[in-house]
């Protein structure tokens, strides 16, 4: 069973930047898709960020939620099956419970944000902005 382990949360002030990470371990070549979930204090889980790994004739792929293109970025390490968010210019509105997920289905742009896809969660790594 695939484990994912969450990093990298803290309390900063508005404008401030942090670099999550999400650590997977156990069968990880059955990954496909890992995502970056996000939930606000009395809000819905939302997708932030995804990296679809490519297969077949499909390539490597990254998804943003339009509200955070440019202050967004994922990266991956695969020597340390670890993915990174690295979140800027950090919004007291980003304030909330960043989780991982993977999920051993494709992704694309149209699929990549609904949770229901992916069936391996983290625990969560919190994130704090104050104005």
């Known amino acids: 069973q695939v484990q994912l382990g969450e990093s990298g949360g803290g309390s900063v002030q508005a404008g401030g930047s942090l670099r999550l990470s999400c650590a997977a371990s156990?069968?990880?070549?059955?990954?496909?898709?890992m995502g970056w979930f996000r939930q606000a204090p009395g809000k819905e889980l939302e997708g932030v960020a995804a990296?679809?790994?490519?297969?077949?004739?499909?390539?490597?792929?990254?998804y943003y939620a339009d509200s955070e293109k440019g202050r967004f970025t994922l990266s991956q390490d695969n020597t340390k099956n670890t993915l990174y968010l690295q979140v800027n210019s950090l919004k007291p509105e980003d304030t909330g419970m960043y989780y991982c997920?993977?999920?051993?289905?494709?992704?694309?742009?149209?699929?990549?944000?609904?949770?229901?896809?992916?069936?391996?969660w983290g625990q969560g790594t919190q994130v704090t902005v104050s104005s």
């Open positions: 990296f679809y790994t490519g297969s077949g004739n499909s390539g490597a792929a990254t």
């Open positions: 997920a993977a999920g051993s289905q494709p992704c694309d742009e149209r699929s990549w944000f609904y949770s229901e896809r992916y069936t391996y």
């Open positions: 156990g069968p990880t070549y059955s990954i496909l898709c």
